[in-house]
């Protein structure tokens, strides 16, 4: 028989080693699932996939952080729309203060001004917060999805183990 060289020795060495410790965790899976399975789910792991795992807390965090911007949001448009309408009575009031005295005309027109370019100004934040609302909207339901696929998975696994 040809003597082995330690490289070749070190690398079947490593490789049985790999092996033991793969059929051990097989078996700790195949023979112990109810206790790897508690262990998975006091640290937080729910679910397994092909891609990974999943961590539910992390991804409730997120929604939460998610409902309270959209909230925000929310917030910022209702306010933005009481400004417009604020603005759009201040608009009256110039109007009809051109009309009962002609002699400010002028300078109630530049005020008039004004008044229009931060009322276009607002139409534009209105449009981004609405954007943002919508974006905010569909990230909550991808989550909402996301959760009641890692809790299926999570109630798949927990049957699997009894």
Known sequence: ???????EASKN??????????????????????????RLDAAGIVGGS?????FKRQVEEAKQQTEAALAQA?????EVAKS??????TLEK????????PEVRRDAMAIRRDIELSSRNLDLAQQKIQSSVSTQQ??????????????GESVRGSRIRE
Do not use: Y
């Open 84 to 89: 417009e309408q604020e603005v759009q009575q």
């Open 94 to 101: 110039v109007d009809a203060l051109i009309a009962r005295n």
């Open 50 to 54: 092909a891609f990974g795992i999943e």
């Open 13 to 38: 060495a490593f490789g049985l080693a790999r092996d033991i410790c793969l059929i051990g965790i097989l078996g700790g899976l195949v023979f112990f699932p109810h206790a790897v399975g508690d």
């Open 1 to 7: 028989m040809a003597e082995l060289h330690w490289t």
């Open 138 to 151: 569909k990230t909550v339901e991808s989550q909402d999805q996301l959760l009641r696929k890692i809790e």
């Open 74 to 78: 929310e917030a910022a448009q209702q």
